[in-house]
């Protein structure tokens, strides 16, 4: 692997720090963590600031962290359609808006821990 710039790691911290403003909105905010992340501007900004430059950190350590937030910005998406999907038909039983929040909070951690795990070893500089 090649050594990565000074201007695309500090690109990658404004990535970093994109997606923690969203994580930071979604726990302020009326919405929820994980809604915040997804639909967030600065989220949907940070992934499209991934595939842009994905090309030119292919073959540095960057890759694994651009690799690392893509896949936490999709995954999270993929979660959220799935706790949906499941709790959807539970709230006719009353217990789905349970599932749905307990499902949610669960998903909206682990963005927080992705988000935070990924930027300390950016920091560190180390991949992931």
């Known amino acids: 692997m090649t050594e990565a710039s000074n201007e695309l790691v ?26 915040g992340f997804i639909f967030g501007v600065p989220s ?25 937030q893509i896949r936490t910005f999709w ?15 539970l709230v006719l039983l009353v217990v789905g808006i349970f599932t749905a929040w307990f499902g ?3 998903v909206g951690l682990w963005v927080i821990y992705r988000v935070a795990r990924g930027w300390l070893a950016l920091r560190a500089g180390n991949s992931l």
């Open 104 to 106: 949610l909070s669960l």
């Open 44 to 68: 949907i900004i940070a992934v499209i600031m991934n595939y842009s430059r994905r090309s030119e950190v292919r073959t540095t350590w960057l890759a694994t962290h651009f690799h690392w």
């Open 10 to 35: 500090g690109y990658t911290h404004i990535i970093y720090g994109l997606h923690a403003l969203s994580v930071l909105i979604g726990i302020t905010g009326a919405g929820s963590i994980v809604g």
């Open 75 to 89: 995954f999270a998406l993929l979660w959220v359609i799935a706790v949906l999907v499941i709790s959807a038909p």
